[in-house]
């Protein structure tokens, strides 16, 4: 494959969730990832780790969407306008999703978890055990993003 | 779009390395990613991360490889037969890659990144930046998990 070709990929399972609208940003919640039965033995040992990552498709957004190249984070003018591979914006070329979240339990091919911020009905494409090559302890991020990390710790 | 319908993704780029066979799982290496001209503005403000995420396609994957749903971690028989979404095996039903990089610099279209074990002409789907909601102090992995981790600290 080239990097001019297309990759089709095709949804390992879908997010169920009673959250609505903001209620997915709200980290203390639980999900269920309901994997397709057929992929149930590939869940086999994931019950070992306490942190997965999940892979999702951002699939309320349009083909036009998908265009965007730049975004003011949140939507925020007060914040400075930037290319999307520097946020975590929906409005992306490739609308994938990616969240780390605790592993409350697994039941057949459910996964219980805490912290998923994606909507009801999202198709899932992956799930990762979180590993310590993962983590940036030093990690330096701009000032606007302290920003918004502040407002949201004063907001809980 | 159901959770049963395809997704079809476009490589925002390409990762360029020197490194070869096991050389690219070297944390201390730098690669390039280069993006695509036309998505040069979408990088605007990446520079302002230490650490990216980076998505890739796992391009060597065949479609029978991607029916695997158990694997023994790193192919060693003396670890426990697991479940693909147990471990970070490339043989899994999406063959997407995601690995915690450093970025080093950024200079047009090009992005240079540290300990990105991926090999010279992998197609990029997405660079997200990392956040500390990325970030598991307190994660929790299986014994089999240390064991690996032990041993790759050992040669090091």
């Known amino acids: 494959m080239s ?3 297309e990759i089709i990929l ?3 399972g879908v997010i169920r969730t009673t959250a609505i609208g903001n209620e997915v940003r709200d980290k203390t919640r ?3 990832v309901v994997i397709r039965k057929e992929l149930t033995t ?6 070992g780790f306490s942190h997965l990552f999940v892979l999702f498709v951002l699939n309320e957004i349009s083909e ?3 265009k965007t190249l730049k975004v003011h984070p949140q939507g925020r003018k007060d914040l400075p306008l930037l290319g999307v591979f520097a946020t975590r914006t929906m409005l992306r070329p490739n609308p994938v999703g990616l969240t780390l979240v605790e592993l409350v339990k697994v039941e057949a091919n459910v996964l219980t978890v805490r912290g998923l911020d994606a909507f009801d009905g ?3 494409l992956d799930i990762k055990p979180f590993d310590s090559w993962d983590n940036a302890e030093t990690a330096k991020v701009p000032a606007w993003w ?3 990390k502040k407002e949201k710790e004063q907001k809980l």
């Open 3 to 5: 990097a001019k070709q």
């Open 10 to 12: 095709k949804p390992i």
């Open 30 to 32: 639980t999900s269920q």
């Open 42 to 47: 590939a869940l086999n040992g994931v019950d």
């Open 64 to 66: 036009s969407q998908r």
């Open 122 to 124: 999202t198709p899932v």
């Open 146 to 148: 302290t920003q918004l």
